[in-house]
């Protein structure tokens, strides 16, 4: 169970002069103190205990703080910035920030971060990033550009792995999403592209972030008011290159769709959230705490006087601005179980005595009348549970996936699949993935109603699958008629035999348009085929179709001339076409390619084979070994001559037949003509 407390305000002093609020509530170097910086010219440190403050700083008249203060834990002195560009530095002592140390910077900051263990840091707004020390040293250094022209940092997070230092933050750019990953023990800058989920069709309003061992939990809170969930590598496979990462749906409706301010989000601990905002059946704005493990939702307070949209956690305290003033709500979450999350957690010990606590304090374990040899025994089994606990391997990935297929929800399968791929890959990696397809589709056969079409798309799309591996994968396709993953599969798969082909394209011919406009498939292999007339022109097509038909030719020329020579009503139906976009997307897109970033075409093929030859033909055909290459070489180019002469009699009879047709314009008698194909 998850409970709020009754909170308190924490000064009387209004805040929140800026249109958004305050800028920031940040932890000082002791425990119970915070700065809150408003969005005007003050910062205030409190201490919550004691509900006061105990020292406030102000910039001057025509200044205004535009970075939240935070602490140097090094050092124990405030940072803060003002007009972007200026940076304060001064201690507990001081009194007049304009008295204090000043640094003018080169270019405008973001943000400053500040956590134990390591020097704060500095992230610009063009996506850099500065130590503070090196910072110090030269403030007019040049800052370099990271990010991409009218993209803007929207969040950001400052956090420890491994002891190292790993800075997150996030940017938008024309309604896209990308996530900034620098790592500061090896000096990578990754980048990732949030792709929207199938069910998202929102904008984000607010992010929150937790971190494990291997990855990094990204939640967002969009106007749709559902919760959805991103998984990123810390250790990326590639990280110099740009990767693709999709938003999954965690929570749905957890909030108003209709809200538009007052929305936030923030991870407490790994199965609770707090979000801020209205509910569903509720006008007024409220704080609530929500169980993610069993999607349950655990508290809520309701917040009458409304808020600003900012949720800042710190310890076991939640920071809000409710109504003008800074409020702080203490909350408790307890491990979670199901019981706990269904609110019927049942305590045995009676509520007059204190429950034992979970640990034992070995040093003052003498006042709860143990013995000293009990203790020492307990000691003893102690440490060989902890030896016998931290000696178990760990469960590698992909047993983990292929165990949830088994038995767990989809939405379970697709986060554990979603672990799966983002770590590297190793040399069994093609073999695990048809496992887990021919697992998936054995699931399907047992439990009809379990249809697992997101995870099935996701793992056709690491291109290392093929028929053979996966024989299954296009039946069930086929039964369910879904072209999006036949198109998948025929574009990747090697090993396709003529009967599924056959059948994939009785199924492209006989769907319906309807149903087809309604799927998503890929149309770019028909994107550059398509030729449009406006204004009584022809835009003529440069690439030559895949089914044969080259615009190139001269009958495609005449055929023009005579399309513009004839009525409008006449044009119009001329370029009217029985099959649709979609359709067509199915049904061209037959291209062989080659493995690799860059393959070859089959004529530089031809080319570099003509080139060897060339160069080497007196020794290819010395050797008794290139006896067989320069026979089939000769097989090969003897049946591609009979094809091409085929082909010439074909294109003749064609225009013979062209010419017909324009002599029997000019005829008004009957006739009967027979043309030999020879």
């Given at each position: 169970?998850?409970?709020?407390?009754?909170g308190?305000?924490?000064?009387?002093?209004p805040?929140g002069?800026?249109?958004?609020?305050?800028l920031?509530?940040?932890?000082?170097?002791?425990?119970?103190?915070f700065?809150?910086?408003?969005?005007?010219?003050?910062?205030?440190?409190?201490?919550?205990?004691?509900q006061?403050?105990?020292?406030?700083?102000?910039?001057?008249?025509g200044?205004?703080?535009?970075?939240?203060?935070?602490?140097?834990?090094?050092?124990?002195?405030?940072?803060?910035?003002?007009?972007?560009?200026?940076?304060?530095?001064?201690?507990?002592?001081?009194?007049?920030?304009?008295?204090?140390?000043?640094?003018?910077?080169?270019?405008?900051?973001?943000?400053?971060?500040?956590i134990?263990?390591?020097?704060?840091?500095?992230?610009?707004?063009?996506?850099?990033?500065?130590?503070?020390?090196?910072?110090?040293?030269?403030?007019?250094?040049?800052?370099?550009?990271?990010?991409?022209?009218?993209?803007?940092?929207?969040?950001?997070?400052?956090?420890?792995?491994?002891?190292?230092?790993?800075?997150?933050?996030?940017?938008?750019?024309h309604?896209?999403?990308?996530?900034?990953v620098?790592?500061f023990?090896?000096?990578?800058?990754s980048?990732y592209?949030?792709?929207?989920?199938?069910?998202?069709?929102?904008?984000?309003?607010?992010f929150?972030?937790?971190?494990?061992?291997?990855?990094?939990?990204?939640?967002s809170?969009?106007?749709?008011?559902?919760?959805?969930?991103?998984?990123?590598?810390?250790h990326?496979?590639?990280?110099?290159?740009?990767?693709?990462?999709?938003?999954?749906?965690?929570?749905?409706?957890?909030?108003?769709?209709?809200?538009r301010?007052?929305?936030?989000?923030?991870?407490?601990?790994?199965?609770?959230?707090?979000?801020?905002?209205?509910?569903?059946?509720?006008?007024?704005?409220?704080?609530?705490?929500?169980n993610?493990?069993?999607?349950?939702?655990?508290?809520?307070?309701?917040?009458?006087?409304?808020?600003?949209g900012?949720?800042w956690?710190?310890?076991?305290?939640?920071?809000?601005?409710?109504?003008?003033?800074?409020?702080?709500?203490?909350?408790?979450?307890?491990?979670?179980?199901?019981?706990?999350?269904?609110?019927?957690?049942?305590?045995?010990?009676?509520?007059d005595?204190?429950?034992?606590?979970?640990?034992?304090?070995?040093?003052?374990?003498?006042?709860?009348g143990?013995?000293?040899?009990?203790?020492?025994?307990s000691k003893?089994?102690?440490?060989?549970?902890?030896?016998?606990?931290?000696?178990?391997p760990?469960?590698?990935?992909?047993?983990?996936?292929?165990?949830?297929?088994?038995?767990?929800?989809?939405?379970?399968?697709?986060?554990?699949?979603?672990?799966?791929?983002?770590?590297?890959?190793?040399?069994?990696?093609?073999?695990?993935?048809?496992?887990a397809?021919?697992?998936?589709?054995?699931?399907?056969?047992?439990e009809?109603?379990?249809?697992?079409?997101?995870?099935?798309?996701?793992?056709?799309?690491?291109?290392?699958?093929?028929?053979?591996?996966?024989?299954g994968?296009?039946?069930?396709?086929?039964?369910?008629?879904?072209?999006?993953?036949?198109?998948?599969?025929?574009?990747?798969?090697?090993?396709?035999?003529?009967?599924?082909?056959?059948?994939?394209?009785?199924?492209?011919?006989?769907?319906?348009?309807?149903?087809?406009?309604?799927?998503?498939?890929?149309?770019?292999?028909?994107?550059?085929?398509?030729a449009?007339?406006?204004?009584?022109?022809?835009?003529e097509?440069?690439?030559?179709?895949?089914?044969?038909?080259n615009?190139?030719?001269?009958?495609?020329?005449?055929?023009?001339?005579e399309?513009?020579?004839?009525?409008?009503?006449?044009?119009e139906?001329?370029?009217?076409?029985?099959?649709?976009?979609?359709?067509?997307?199915?049904?061209?897109?037959?291209?062989?390619?080659?493995?690799?970033?860059?393959?070859?075409?089959?004529?530089?093929i031809?080319?570099?084979?003509?080139?060897?030859?060339?160069?080497?033909?007196?020794?290819?055909?010395?050797?008794?070994?290139?006896?067989?290459?320069?026979?089939?070489?000769?097989?090969?180019?003897?049946?591609q001559?009979?094809?091409?002469?085929?082909?010439?009699?074909i294109?003749?009879?064609?225009?013979?037949?062209?010419?017909?047709?324009?002599?029997?314009?000019n005829?008004?008698?009957?006739?009967?003509?027979?043309?030999?194909?020879?």
């Amino acid at each position: 169970m998850a409970a709020l407390e009754e909170g308190f305000t924490l000064t009387a002093v209004p805040l929140g002069s800026g249109p958004d609020g305050p800028l920031g509530v940040e932890q000082s170097d002791k425990t119970d103190q915070f700065l809150v910086t408003d969005s005007g010219r003050t910062v205030i440190l409190y201490k919550v205990s004691d509900q006061k403050p105990l020292g406030s700083w102000s910039v001057k008249q025509g200044q205004i703080i535009t970075c939240p203060a935070v602490c140097n834990f090094q050092t124990g002195e405030y940072i803060v910035v003002h007009d972007n560009k200026v940076l304060r530095i001064w201690n507990n002592e001081d009194v007049n920030l304009d008295k204090v140390f000043k640094a003018t910077l080169s270019a405008e900051v973001y943000r400053i971060h500040s956590i134990q263990g390591t020097e704060p840091l500095v992230l610009f707004k063009e996506g850099a990033v500065r130590g503070l020390e090196a910072l110090l040293a030269e403030p007019q250094q040049k800052i370099e550009t990271v990010i991409s022209d009218e993209e803007v940092i929207k969040w950001t997070k400052f956090f420890m792995v491994f002891r190292h230092p790993v800075l997150i933050f996030i940017t938008e750019k024309h309604g896209n999403y990308f996530a900034y990953v620098q790592k500061f023990n090896s000096r990578i800058l990754s980048k990732y592209t949030l792709l929207l989920g199938q069910e998202e069709k929102s904008v984000t309003q607010s992010f929150s972030t937790s971190v494990d061992r291997k990855f990094i939990s990204l939640m967002s809170l969009s106007s749709d008011g559902c919760v959805y969930e991103t998984l990123i590598p810390i250790h990326p496979s590639d990280p110099e290159k740009n990767q693709r990462v999709v938003r999954s749906l965690l929570l749905k409706s957890v909030v108003s769709g209709n809200a538009r301010s007052g929305v936030a989000l923030t991870i407490l601990d790994q199965d609770h959230i707090a979000i801020l905002g209205p509910p569903l059946s509720a006008s007024k704005e409220c704080l609530s705490i929500w169980n993610t493990k069993f999607q349950t939702l655990q508290t809520s307070k309701e917040l009458p006087q409304g808020t600003s949209g900012q949720l800042w956690y710190h310890g076991e305290n939640l920071f809000m601005l409710h109504g003008k003033f800074l409020t702080v709500i203490p909350y408790k979450c307890e491990v979670s179980s199901l019981a706990g999350a269904l609110g019927k957690l049942k305590h045995s010990q009676d509520p007059d005595i204190h429950a034992m606590t979970h640990f034992v304090n070995w040093e003052t374990s003498q006042g709860y009348g143990l013995e000293s040899q009990n203790s020492e025994q307990s000691k003893r089994i102690l440490r060989r549970r902890k030896i016998e606990v931290s000696v178990q391997p760990e469960v590698p990935p992909y047993i983990q996936l292929l165990a949830a297929i088994q038995k767990d929800s989809e939405k379970h399968i697709e986060v554990e699949l979603r672990k799966f791929l983002a770590v590297k890959r190793t040399p069994h990696f093609h073999t695990i993935i048809g496992d887990a397809v021919i697992g998936l589709l054995g699931r399907y056969k047992a439990e009809p109603s379990f249809y697992p079409r997101n995870c099935l798309m996701q793992l056709i799309q690491t291109c290392v699958l093929s028929y053979s591996l996966c024989p299954g994968l296009m039946e069930f396709a086929l039964e369910k008629t879904d072209v999006q993953i036949l198109q998948l599969c025929l574009q990747q798969f090697p090993d396709i035999p003529e009967s599924v082909t056959c059948a994939c394209l009785k199924i492209f011919l006989s769907i319906g348009d309807d149903s087809l406009q309604e799927t998503d498939i890929n149309m770019e292999s028909v994107s550059d085929y398509t030729a449009t007339i406006q204004d009584g022109e022809i835009e003529e097509q440069t690439e030559i179709l895949q089914n044969g038909f080259n615009p190139e030719e001269d009958n495609c020329e005449n055929c023009a001339q005579e399309l513009i020579e004839k009525p409008q009503a006449a044009t119009e139906e001329s370029t009217s076409c029985p099959v649709t976009g979609k359709r067509a997307a199915l049904l061209e897109n037959a291209t062989m390619t080659l493995p690799g970033i860059h393959p070859p075409t089959l004529n530089q093929i031809m080319d570099w084979i003509c080139l060897l030859l060339d160069a080497n033909f007196t020794v290819v055909v010395m050797i008794p070994e290139a006896k067989r290459l320069l026979l089939s070489l000769y097989k090969l180019v003897k049946s591609q001559i009979s094809i091409c002469s085929e082909l010439n009699k074909i294109e003749v009879s064609f225009r013979e037949l062209q010419k017909l047709n324009q002599e029997k314009t000019n005829r008004e008698l009957y006739s009967i003509e027979v043309l030999e194909l020879f």
